[in-house]
């Protein structure tokens, strides 16, 4: 007899005020991961994953990589114009340059005939942005809001809605490091970007002074994935007072048919970042063979080192490709503070010259990947909004680590000799950047 279909109700998971179990903490739940007898394949990693985020794992969903700005924000364009019902927005930065009003002028056409649009920024991330452009939405039919402005709730300045979700009808969805502006490459070739610098240390804020786009991942995806991702959009939607609207429970066949398992990695203050630590953690230690991770702002806790170097201990190539340019140098030294220890444990370390490296990204075993708006930072795990995808696909982790093998060709290895023999003063840097990482 065929089973009944699942309903999945339209609430945020893990849930608010949880109080994830000693042995599936990020410090313990390597135990449990690296008994696994096939590694991330072995059906028990997918039942590890469900049990430490208490979420949903995504059947028979298609999935595209993007690592270029232009490519990426076409195919968002493509989305929106096809948009019959809805479009739902979120940005950490939206600029007011030519990359943020053809997205406008493309959620305004989609207003025009009919469909329902919703926009939703950060007031920090978006500090540049004039007050006019948004009144311009609103006119034009979009439904705008920004999240935690700068002259209500003292208190509240600190937590940021760093994610970055466009979903569409909710069935195609779009996440990763991208912001909506110009910087990614959707602009003309020129020395310098014009764009003003947010008035914050935070990811992504900064100004883009590199000649070249900055190198960052996006991904879309097609399938009930997609349902989730609104789900994420709302909750931000209605922190930001913005008017509540329906979400219906999803219906999920026991046989969704072929394609990418994927399970939305989400978090926000006080709810979801201990899940999220402890799911990257039973990556590394389910891998048997390689760990790559990119990432733009790194500066992690120790604990993070120790998990990485026990994976080196059981004969995993674990890498790193971290900024060699940055918009933010504060955040750069202080993840040199951390780079000794991890280069002593055996964690390869190389820095990428070619342009600012803006994306968050592993693969492992070229089977399980994450891809979001997740940094290695104090803040991302204690502050922030932050959205990933962890996919259980073989296509998308071959091609994610096609792009970190062409990644090491515009970067420039960290050895340990080499880095032992660096100057007193950008020792001295580095080790007070370390100590003021939390506060960045």
């Known amino acids: ?104 002028d493309d959620l305004a056409k989609a207003a025009a005939r009919g469909v329902t649009v919703r926009a939703l920024a950060d007031a920090l991330g978006s500090f540049g942005t004039r007050r006019e452009f948004w009144l311009e939405m609103e006119r034009r039919g979009i439904e705008a809001r920004r999240f935690h402005p700068l002259v ?87 922190r930001a007072r913005g008017k509540p609207f329906t979400l219906e429970p999803l219906e999920v066949s026991a046989s969704a048919g072929d394609g990418a398992r994927i399970l939305v990695l989400d978090a926000r203050p006080r709810r979801g970042y201990a899940e999220a630590a402890a799911v990257l953690a039973a990556i590394v230690a389910a891998a048997r063979r390689r760990v790559w991770i990119t990432n733009a702002y790194f500066a992690p806790r120790l604990a993070a080192v120790r998990i990485l170097g026990a994976a080196v201990r059981h004969g ?50 070229g089977h399980a990947s994450v ?21 259980l696909d073989p296509a998308t982790g071959r091609r994610l680590e096609e792009v970190f093998e062409e990644d090491l060709q515009g970067a420039e290895e960290i050895t340990l000799d080499a880095w032992n023999r660096r100057g007193t003063l950008h020792k001295l840097g580095d080790r007070a950047a370390r100590w003021l990482s939390p506060l960045l």
């Open 316 to 365: 995993v190539d674990v890498r790193l490709l971290l900024p060699g340019k940055t918009d933010v140098p504060l955040v750069r030294h202080a993840g040199h503070g951390y780079y000794r220890a991890l280069l002593e444990r055996g964690v390869r370390i190389f820095e990428y010259r070619d342009s600012i490296l803006h994306a968050k990204s592993m693969v492992a075993d």
């Open 152 to 238: 209500r709730g003292l208190w509240n300045q600190v937590f940021r809605d760093h994610r970055k979700i466009l979903v569409v009808d909710r069935r195609v969805g779009f996440t990763g490091g991208m912001n909506i502006a110009e910087e990614y490459g959707s602009f003309p070739s020129r020395s310098k970007l014009s764009a003003p610098r947010a008035p914050s240390a935070s990811a992504g804020a900064g100004e883009g002074a590199a000649v070249r786009a900055w190198r960052d991942t996006h991904v879309r995806v097609e399938g009930p994935v997609a349902w989730e991702m609104a789900v994420v959009f709302a909750e931000g939607w209605d």
């Open 371 to 391: 891809v979001g708006s997740t940094n290695l930072d104090f803040r991302s795990f204690h502050f922030n909004a932050e959205c990933n995808l962890v996919i």
């Open 1 to 104: 007899m065929p089973r009944r279909p699942r309903r999945l109700l339209p609430i945020p998971r893990p849930r608010a005020g949880r109080r994830l179990p000693r042995p599936l903490r990020a410090a313990f739940v390597g135990v449990r991961s690296r008994a696994l007898p096939d590694g991330l394949a072995d059906p028990g990693f997918e039942h590890l994953l469900q049990e430490i985020d208490e979420s949903p794992v995504h059947r028979g969903n298609r999935v595209s990589v993007f690592t270029r700005g232009e490519e990426a924000f076409a195919a968002m364009r493509e989305a929106i114009a096809a948009a019959r019902r809805e479009v739902l927005v979120e940005s950490y930065i939206w600029r007011d340059d030519s990359t943020g009003r053809a997205f406008l």
